[in-house]
């Protein structure tokens, strides 16, 4: 499957007021034009506030579909930019929350890999200006993905997106999304068992049966 990088995202953090106070956040990025670096757990120029919660190894980067911005556009009527949702690459072409997990991208010159979901926070909400779309957008369960960064490189606007490798155990990112809202035993199970899964969400699941006493 190919696909292409519609549009390439960056922000640094800025401090904003919402409901009484003062947040610092990062969910702000903008098109960049040009060729940008992408290594170590980010891309150059951009950045995230709390990294307890935002960035790392298994949230280097941050992909959301073109298509998926088509329906959120219809859905909330109105016209939505790239990198609304905060997102570093905007694809098109290629599957995102429907991803395998461990599926690998050559982006540019750089090789990404998927590694989980987004789950939503309250600054998404901060962002359009909606405390309620937290859950709108979960509930959507068109979370995007995050990527880890396997081999550095450079993106731009217009690259083409290959799918390199796709793991034979078929567990997509959506299926965590699910697994989320709905928990089974086979799909915690399913999770638990998946080395590509990042280990939080591994621990999670392991966890949520050991809870049950499964």
């Keep these: 499957m190919t696909g292409r990088l519609r549009s390439v995202n960056v922000g640094t953090p800025r401090t904003v007021p919402w409901h009484g106070r003062d947040v610092t956040s990062a969910i702000w990025k903008s098109p960049v034009v040009g060729p940008v670096r992408v290594e170590g757990v980010n891309l150059a120029g951009d950045d995230q506030a709390d990294r307890r919660v935002h960035g790392g190894t298994d949230k280097a980067v941050y ?39 461990g599926a690998r991208w ?3 010159t750089a090789l990404l890999e998927v590694a989980q979901p987004r789950m939503p926070c309250a600054k998404l909400g ?5 405390a309620a779309f937290r859950e709108r957008f979960g509930a959507a369960r068109r979370s995007g993905a995050y990527l880890r960064i396997v081999e550095p490189g450079a993106v731009a606007a217009g690259d083409a997106i ?7 155990h078929g567990l997509r990112v ?19 068992a998946v080395s590509d899964v990042a280990e939080g969400w591994r621990d999670w699941a392991a966890r949520a049966l050991a ?4």
């Design 63 to 101: 992909a959301y579909a073109a298509e998926d911005y088509e329906w959120w556009s219809a859905e909330l009527l109105a016209e939505l930019e790239p990198g609304t949702f905060g997102e570093n690459l905007t694809t098109e072409g290629v599957e995102v929350t429907g991803a395998v997990v």
């Design 174 to 192: 959506l299926d965590i999304v699910v697994a989320e809202a709905e928990p089974t035993t086979e799909r915690l199970e399913r999770i638990a």
């Design 106 to 108: 050559r982006v540019g």
């Design 126 to 130: 901060m962002r359009m200006g909606d």
């Design 162 to 168: 290959e799918v390199v490798d796709r793991p034979g």
């Design 211 to 214: 809870r049950s006493g499964r």
